[in-house]
């Protein structure tokens, strides 16, 4: 086992394999710790594929518009594995006048960012997606919007790490940081002490606990979202959909079957093995909110359900970059439920950051210190 590297990346989802790969790629030495026995356990494995530009905060849209027309189009080439990128566009449906209220901001927003997003009515809608019910009456319709798979993509990225010498280490987990001559470098895990130059703390809500030990807190929240798969179908529609109040979302897969992520207002866990689980209550809940969108699917057989946990952050975006109070130390976390779409190009940037180059796109809206008090 090597235990020292020019980097030390904590988190082995999308956005640490991500970075590991970019870094490799230019010639850094890597290590990755993950807690878990699995790779990309986290929040990686447990989201709805959106790669979407619509509906984010002005500050995160330029890093989605980058990765959208930049980075995705040729990941699976670059990845030398299909990540079942499509690119054809989003629905964010809405039902009532105050949902088309929140859609209308949402867009205003965007298009002043410069994003191809529009209006349309109910009949709009379904001539786009003629699988929609007549329950919605208008939505945001963004056409560069699309999705992907993010188990493919994290495998991909993880897989062209470890081709290129990034090392890997599972069952680890972080119980401190150590500074060593007023610098980040010791990354503690229950096991072993590893040594970097630099430490990326990419491990989503467990981030918040591990960047505590050297006093750093960023104020976030561990929110349980739900997901469900279904037998394959029929080809349907192509375009991600999502919602104004974001009770769901989801996407139809090349396999056939759909994917939905959604919300019910419960949290349950599985006490036999500590993962978290919908229930007998909760997936129901999902679902009825489902077949009030697209009614053709009230007899989709629904093959697994499963849990997961978003790092929201306060104010709704990602903290990313150095934190100047802790030399060496780079934070990549509270990505919100935003990260997947976003994880080329955060990947891409936290390696500049980690190697002290110029960075493709300025980060200094995610900077820690933006929570700091004015004095």
Not at 196 to 202: H, R
Not at 302 to 331: K, M, N, Q
Not at 345 to 370: C, H, N, P, Q, W
Request: glycine content about 12%; proline content about 4%.
């Amino acid at each position: 086992m090597r235990k020292t590297a020019d980097v030390i990346i904590i988190g082995s989802g999308v956005i640490g394999c991500a970075t590991a790969y970019e870094l490799a790629k230019k010639g850094t030495s890597v290590i990755v710790l993950d807690k878990d026995e699995s790779i990309g356990n986290g929040g990686s494995s447990r989201n709805g594929g959106g790669v979407r530009q619509s509906g984010r905060d002005p500050r995160e849209l330029p890093l989605a518009m980058y990765a959208v027309e930049h980075l995705w189009p040729h990941l699976s080439e670059e990845l030398g594995i299909d990540v079942e990128y499509h690119k054809e566009g989003n629905l964010r449906l809405g039902k009532t006048e105050h949902h088309m209220e929140i859609l209308q901001g949402l867009t205003d927003r965007a298009v002043a960012c410069g994003l191809d997003v529009h209006m349309i009515d109910g009949k709009e809608v379904r001539a786009i997606n003629p699988y929609l019910s007549d329950e919605v009456i208008g939505a945001s319709w963004c056409p560069t919007d699309g999705h992907a798979n993010p188990l493919v993509t994290t495998l991909g990225y993880y897989r062209e790490a470890r081709k290129r010498g990034v090392q890997f280490y599972t069952g680890e987990e972080v119980v401190e940081l150590q500074m060593v001559r007023g610098k980040a470098r010791r990354v503690v895990t229950r096991n072993n002490v590893f040594e970097g130059d630099k430490i990326i703390v990419a491990a989503g809500y467990a981030s918040r606990a591990i960047l505590g030990t050297v006093g750093i807190d960023i104020p976030m929240s561990n929110d349980l979202i739900e997901a469900l798969v279904t037998e394959a179908e029929p080809q349907m529609f192509p375009q991600m959909l999502g919602t104004a109040d974001a009770d769901f979302y989801g996407h139809q897969t090349d396999h056939g079957s759909f994917v939905f992520g959604g919300a019910s207002g419960y949290e349950t866990v599985n006490k036999d093995n500590g993962h978290n689980m919908t229930s007998s209550i909760t997936a129901p809940c999902i679902c009825r909110g489902i077949m009030k969108y697209i009614p053709k699917l009230a007899d989709a057989k629904i093959v697994r359900t499963w849990a997961g946990y978003e790092d929201v952050c306060i104010d709704g975006v990602p903290v990313l970059g150095a934190i100047d109070e802790v030399p060496g130390l780079i934070t990549a976390c509270a990505f919100t439920g935003h990260g997947f779409g976003i994880s080329p190009i955060v990947g891409k940037l936290l390696a500049e950051v980690a190697r002290e180059e110029a960075t493709t796109l300025d980060i200094s809206a995610f900077r820690y210190d933006r929570f700091h008090a004015v004095i």
